[in-house]
């Protein structure tokens, strides 16, 4: 039996990642809980999978995707695959330090939530720096335009930050579609039509200069897949394969 489960989806991460899984070991280790950390590789073209085998940290294991999908995609099979009763997403830059994870878990482990995502914007919230400007158009645009037909009163959707219950996790993961930077929009639209309850915890972030966001570029992705997912939901395409949630 598995208390938590992080899942880490990695495209080409050999010099971000093993920071990151040593934070993590670092921090889980000191908590009373049983813990495992899925880094889900996608289809990366460089040393990714072997720095994973040869970290040698207890807990740590790795799941291969092939070809790469994207994003939506390695996060969607590491939560299918996780065995944690709560599981969560975390990007391998290590921009949510893991001291936050108690902040993070705090509405599921009191009842209170079956879903709670990091929020940049909410109370609590600090960063150590400030954005570049791409970012905080990114953010901005995806958070007040792109989500409020899918998501309303989600203050930030795109943190990747984000924990859920194994129950909520099997039932949204397993219908969802989308394999790109919008699987959060999905994710949360889901939630809210499937009954489930979303808290937004204010968490610490931290900018990485070495961020592969194309503000331009994903943001046509963004919205193309935005109207792929509304499309979906209008259809009913999400209904065919699960019950919604009690």
Excluded at 45 to 58: A, H, I, M, N, S
Excluded at 60 to 79: D, E, H, I, S
Excluded at 186 to 201: N, P
Aim: charged share 25%; hydrophobic share 40%.
């Amino acid at each position: 039996m598995i208390d938590l489960s992080v899942v880490v989806p990695a495209y080409n991460e050999e010099h971000r990642l093993p920071p990151t899984l040593l934070r993590l070991h670092q921090f889980l280790s000191q908590q009373p809980l049983r813990y495992e950390i899925v880094v889900v590789d996608d289809g990366s073209r460089d040393d990714t999978c072997g720095v994973v085998e040869r970290c040698g940290l207890p807990g740590v294991r790795l799941v291969r995707q092939v070809p790469n999908k994207g994003k939506g995609a390695a996060v969607r099979l590491g939560m299918l695959e996780a065995h944690g009763q709560i599981r969560v997403m975390c990007d391998a830059d290590g921009s949510m330090p893991p001291e936050q994870l108690p902040n993070l878990l705090a509405p599921i482990v009191a009842c209170k939530a079956s879903i709670s995502i990091g929020s940049r914007y909410a109370e609590g919230a600090k960063t150590d720096v400030k954005q570049p400007w791409y970012r905080v158009v990114w953010s901005r645009m995806a958070n007040r335009v792109i989500q409020r037909s899918l998501v309303p009163g989600v203050r930030d959707t795109q943190c990747g930050f984000k924990a859920f219950t194994a129950e909520s996790a099997l039932d949204l993961f397993r219908v969802a579609r989308i394999d790109g930077w919008a699987f959060d929009l999905e994710i949360l639209a889901l939630a809210k039509r499937r009954g489930f309850e979303v808290v937004e915890v204010g968490v610490e972030w931290k900018d990485d200069a070495r961020s592969r966001v194309s503000p331009v570029k994903d943001m046509i992705k963004v919205c193309r897949e935005a109207l792929t997912i509304r499309r979906n939901l209008k259809a009913g395409v999400y209904n065919q394969a699960l019950p919604a949630a009690a």
